[in-house]
């Protein structure tokens, strides 16, 4: 059977079309679902007058802000293809910092929030040194840090929760609301915003992007690889620093569980925001999405009534699902690469 050129050029059109709605689809498509999941929450007859309500809406952004600036802090390195499970352990302990230089050495608010942002960055470069300069395993290493901050945290705090004089400024901002929005919206915004212009829009963000492709032929044409690794981990250890400022002015506190806590949930969003917008490649308004993805499921669930396990399993099963999509994505679009 012969097919004529006039039979090829009649598919031809039909093939760009499907590649384009399959295209879209993969970009847009976690942003469908959790549209569909905001609709089904909102009409549900157990969870139809609680989850829609301003108060809940209210409860979820400001929840939802911590483990926002964690998931960032995760996505900056990890688009140099380096993976930091410290994160949210440093995020404990800027807020332990913080909130200790107020409640046991009477500091003004200004030097907490200072050591809270040190100690995050301070911990960033630690692992990026490790990283590059003794070429240890980013998740080993990055996994006993996560360890080691935690054991130091229950020795310096005797497992106690730090709580006294701190700030009313601090408490007041991370509980109050403007206009009906969450105060602390005030600082996620702006961080969302420099974090995506500085990896989507800089040859900063170029050169990361093109080490988390390839460090081989990032360094063959000049990138200083090691640096930029270095300092991606710092940057990435300042957005935990002010993920801990953020967690004790929500808490009002500061303990040694708070912090760790949030590992899962960042990690779960910040895969699942590599399904969406860029498929197969981690980005900070992916990571968003799927931060709020997963805190609207968490909360439909509990509201109606889930076992206290639900959430566990959600997050979990939804950080292999992300996982599995993230792959496939990212060995589809090599496969395009050098089919090109």
Same mark, same amino acid.
């Given at each position: !059977?012969?097919?004529?050129?006039?039979?090829?050029?009649?598919?031809?059109?039909?093939?760009?079309? $499907?590649?384009?709605?399959?295209?879209? #689809?993969?970009?847009?498509?976690?942003?469908?679902?959790?549209?569909?999941?905001?609709?089904?929450?909102?009409?549900?007859?157990?969870?139809?007058?609680?989850?829609?309500?301003?108060?809940?809406?209210?409860?979820?952004?400001?929840?939802?802000?911590?483990?926002?600036?964690?998931?960032?802090?995760?996505?900056?390195?990890? =688009?140099?293809?380096?993976?930091?499970?410290?994160?949210?352990?440093?995020?404990?302990?800027?807020?332990?910092?913080?909130?200790?230089? !107020?409640?046991?050495?009477?500091?003004?608010?200004?030097?907490?929030?200072?050591?809270?942002?040190? /100690?995050?960055?301070?911990?960033?470069?630690?692992?990026?040194?490790? /990283?590059?300069?003794?070429?240890?395993?980013?998740?080993?290493?990055?996994?006993?840090?996560? /360890?080691?901050?935690?054991?130091?945290?229950?020795?310096?705090?005797?497992?106690?929760?730090?709580?006294?004089?701190?700030?009313? %400024?601090?408490?007041?901002?991370?509980?109050?609301?403007?206009?009906?929005?969450?105060?602390? @919206?005030?600082?996620?915004?702006?961080?969302?915003?420099?974090?995506?212009?500085?990896?989507? $829009? =800089?040859?900063?963000?170029?050169?990361?992007?093109?080490?988390?492709?390839?460090?081989?032929?990032?360094?063959?044409?000049?990138?200083?690889?090691?640096? !930029?690794?270095?300092?991606? !981990?710092?940057?990435?250890?300042?957005?935990?620093?002010?993920?801990?400022?953020? @967690?004790?002015?929500?808490?009002?506190?500061?303990? %040694?569980?708070?912090?760790?806590?949030? @590992?899962?949930?960042?990690?779960?969003?910040?895969?699942? #925001?590599?399904?969406?917008?860029?498929?197969? @490649?981690?980005?900070?308004?992916?990571? /968003?999405?799927?931060?709020?993805?997963?805190?609207?499921?968490?909360?439909?669930?509990?509201?109606?009534?889930?076992?206290?396990?639900?959430? #566990?399993?959600?997050?979990?099963?939804?950080?292999?699902?992300?996982?599995?999509? =993230?792959?496939?994505?990212?060995?589809?679009?090599?496969?395009?690469?050098? #089919?090109?």
């Amino acid at each position: !059977m012969t097919v004529t050129a006039s039979e090829t050029n009649t598919n031809r059109p039909q093939s760009k079309s $499907h590649g384009f709605l399959v295209g879209l #689809g993969q970009r847009y498509g976690l942003l469908v679902i959790l549209a569909a999941v905001v609709l089904f929450f909102s009409t549900y007859s157990k969870t139809s007058e609680a989850f829609p309500s301003q108060a809940n809406l209210i409860t979820l952004i400001g929840n939802s802000t911590v483990v926002s600036v964690i998931a960032l802090a995760i996505v900056v390195p990890l =688009t140099a293809g380096v993976i930091d499970l410290s994160a949210a352990a440093t995020t404990g302990a800027s807020s332990i910092a913080t909130a200790s230089v !107020m409640s046991r050495f009477d500091g003004p608010l200004w030097l907490a929030v200072l050591a809270g942002l040190v /100690i995050g960055a301070a911990v960033g470069a630690t692992n990026g040194l490790l /990283i590059t300069r003794l070429g240890l395993d980013p998740i080993i290493e990055t996994l006993g840090m996560s /360890i080691l901050l935690g054991g130091v945290a229950i020795w310096y705090t005797g497992g106690l929760t730090i709580t006294g004089n701190i700030s009313t %400024t601090l408490t007041q901002f991370g509980s109050l609301n403007w206009w009906g929005l969450p105060r602390l @919206l005030v600082v996620l915004v702006p961080v969302v915003l420099a974090t995506w212009y500085l990896l989507e $829009h =800089t040859p900063y963000g170029r050169q990361l992007s093109a080490i988390g492709s390839n460090p081989k032929s990032a360094r063959l044409v000049g990138i200083r690889v090691e640096r !930029m690794i270095l300092s991606s !981990m710092t940057i990435g250890g300042l957005l935990a620093g002010i993920a801990g400022v953020l @967690l004790c002015a929500r808490a009002g506190s500061a303990d %040694t569980n708070a912090g760790p806590s949030f @590992l899962f949930p960042a990690l779960a969003a910040v895969f699942l #925001g590599a399904t969406t917008i860029k498929p197969g @490649l981690p980005n900070p308004l992916g990571a /968003i999405v799927g931060v709020f993805f997963v805190a609207i499921a968490v909360s439909g669930l509990s509201i109606a009534g889930a076992a206290a396990w639900a959430p #566990g399993v959600f997050n979990g099963g939804s950080l292999l699902f992300a996982v599995w999509m =993230t792959t496939t994505f990212a060995r589809r679009g090599g496969r395009a690469r050098r #089919g090109a």
